[in-house]
């Protein structure tokens, strides 16, 4: 079974603040992907990143990061001199891709409500 | 543009009203799904499609159809809407099933079922 944890259900900070949002997933899949969406206080949902299951790296992307470590199950999401337009719900979600499973569905975490205050 | 657009992007009807969500993407994507997203449980997936003609249930069907007959398409049924199924509704597609790229996701539909 493929499932998505995001323990935090609500950080808040200051701006300026540097903020992680944990994701742990589970999945007996070999190959797989991980995702981060964002959604604005306006509704749509915004695509962040994609990770494969066999590319390790960490990736930054202006303030920006993700750690993803195989070892401990997670990918989580590091905003560097938080914004107050980082405000916003944060999904994290796991598709996986071995024979057998349902290809192409994402299962998503229950999302982290980041509130970043001026 | 590459887009998925969902139709309407607000809804309030009455229970047993037979009602219709549209979703259509330009991007000539095989897979597509539809989410409903109520607070606390995140998204969850309700009905997707691999290709044309070929659907299958997703996590919370109960009280969804869904039909294929085209690529670009993918409306949402709700045949009797109650109101535990008020929520806010996506349709979202992607090239592969492989899960390669990214889902692109509409704008969300907002239901009201009172």
Known sequence: AQKVTQAQTEISVVEKEDVT????????????????????????????????????????????????????????????????????????ALSAADRGSTLGRLYFGRGTQLTVWP | E???????????TVTG??????????MNHEYMSWYRQDPGLGLRQIYYSMNVEVTDKGDVPEGYKVSRKEKRNFPLILESPSPNQTSLYFCASSLSPTGVGEAFFGQGTRLTVV
Do not use: H, M
């Open chain 1, 21 to 92: 949002l944990d994701c742990v997933y589970e999945t007996r899949d070999t190959t797989y992907y991980l995702f981060w969406y964002k959604q604005p206080p306006s509704g749509e949902l915004v695509f962040l990143i994609r990770r494969n299951s066999f590319d390790e790296q960490n990736e930054i992307s202006g303030r920006y990061s993700w750690n993803f470590q195989k070892s401990t199950s997670s990918f989580n999401f590091t905003i560097t001199a938080s914004q107050v337009v980082d405000s916003a719900v944060y999904f994290c």
């Open chain 2, 2 to 12: 590459a887009q998925v657009t969902q139709n309407p992007r607000y809804l309030i």
């Open chain 2, 17 to 26: 009203k037979k009602l219709t969500v549209t979703c259509s993407q330009n």
